[in-house]
Nanobody, 127 residues
Framework: QVQLEESGGGLVQPGGSLRLSCAAS????????MGWFRQAPGKEREGVSC?????????YYLDSVKGRFTISRDHSKKMLYLQMHSLKPEDTAVYYC???????????????????WGQGTQVTVSS
């Protein structure tokens, strides 16, 4: 069983930055691919960024966030992060932390299913 709790969302002006954090409660996160997904009003949930359990360099980014967002994880603290820069109004959404056992980064982030989800944190980009 994995419990995930996000924090760090909020209201930010266009061009601003936010850092999302996700605290995982689990005996181990070994073999769990982790990621950030988002869902805007009236739109389907989409994978924003995912990271491998085995290689922190094995990551995936949605094309629209490449160069602006950075995913990272702290294995010892069981934390997942998403650093977001140059935020745009179209980044406005509820952001979910997620974990999936044994999946590949690309396959996981390209889909919409996950073994575990956090409750979500709202990110609003507006002037």
């Amino acid at each position: 069983q994995v419990q995930l709790e996000e924090s760090g969302g909020g209201l930010v002006q266009p061009g601003g930055s936010l850092r999302l954090s996700c605290a995982a409660s689990a005996s181990t996160l070994e073999h769990f691919t982790m990621g950030w997904f988002r869902q805007a009003p009236g739109k389907e949930r989409e994978g924003v960024s995912c990271i491998s359990s085995y290689d922190d360099e094995d990551t995936y980014y949605l094309d629209s966030v490449k160069g602006r967002f950075t995913i990272s994880r702290d294995h010892s603290k069981k934390m997942l992060y998403l650093q977001m820069h140059s935020l745009k109004p179209e980044d406005t959404a509820v952001y979910y932390c997620a974990a999936d056992f044994g999946n590949t980064v690309y396959h996981y982030c390209s889909g919409t299913r996950s073994d575990y989800w956090g409750q979500g944190t709202q990110v609003t980009v507006s002037s």
